[in-house]
């Protein structure tokens, strides 16, 4: 998702993912990255000659990250840091968890760092914007994954948010029908929950559904601290069928509340963004998240990087590329006895972005 994906992936996909929007756990310093931080990914050989500055040695990226809580975020950082060790790329990662002065700070310093590229992963468009202007004058390619920018010559990445929202809202139609008493739980100023909002309303007003209430807030522990808002929501409006929270430590913080309040036998959950704990939480028993939509996050991360590649190497020719969402239901999960990722990516064939931004001279990691 952002603020910029959240999971906000953001806050993320993004938010998502991406969110963006999308949970917050973040290290405060930065790091040059050694690690592929994937074991399950594993690359795909290059076959074709590297182009400059590929041929040229090593590539310096920083990925400037606003992550949150959960481990989309995490999947997402792993599968950049994978598809970045497979391409040679010296990847220096920073991470302001959800403190908007630090990711500029970040920002600042990763534009004189002396990286060639900078991949920013969420971010409040006011904190970051005068930055990704400095960089671009500095002559700095610059990839956003759910950031929204109007600067000429950046690349933006996302998840394609409406379409995730009207997945999961398909499914929700089906399930609580017309004229519903429904719940929301989303937060204003976050670019793919407000992408999200917007099918949201669409689907209400097409739907015939009554909302009943509409909170949320994101902060460094979303899901703990989204529970006591949504049962007070609960308490006073217990009759509704089911509730929408379009990020998944939103839906986690939902599904405690509806637990707690012991009405998981009459209203539905349903929500956005999928990882390894969403699956855990969708397939518990007496789960009343009952869908969800997302991308694989470590996919996303990912293609990400090869963007960024290829952006480097002259060969992207778009300023945008997208990322289609897909509706998951617990029925589906619980059918397929699938527990983690690994398990629906293989299930689930559209999860799999490795077409996406590549070229044979790119080792592609599968996920």
Known sequence: MSRTRLPLAALSLASVSALVLSGCSQSSDASDSTDSGNTAASASAATGKKPAPFSEGTVKVALVRQSGAGDYFEQWGNGAKAQAKALGIDLTVYD????????????????????QAIIIDHGFPATIQPEIDKAVKKGVKVVVYDVETDTK???STKQDDASMAKAVLDVMAKEVGKD?????????????????DTVWKSTVTSEGWKQQFKVGKVTDSTATDNVPLVSAALT???????????????????????????????VKVFGADVSNADIQQITAEDSPWVATAGTD????????????????????????VEFPAVAITQDFLREKKIANMDQLREALPALNLSQVSTADWISNVAH
């Open 180 to 196: 519903a008493k429904v719940g929301y739980v989303n937060v204003a100023g976050y670019a793919a929950l407000d992408k999200r």
């Open 96 to 115: 302001a968890q959800a403190d908007n002065a630090k990711q500029a700070t970040d920002l600042s310093s990763a534009i004189n760092s002396g990286a």
């Open 236 to 266: 006073q409006h217990s009759d509704v069928a089911g509730v929408f929270a379009p990020y998944d430590e939103l839906a986690k913080g939902t599904v405690l509340a509806v637990q707690n309040k012991k009405l998981q036998d009459k």
């Open 297 to 320: 996050p470590s996919a996303v991360g990912a293609a990400v990087v090869r963007t960024t590649a290829l952006e480097l190497a002259g060969q992207l020719n778009k300023t945008s």
């Open 153 to 155: 010559g950046v690349v």
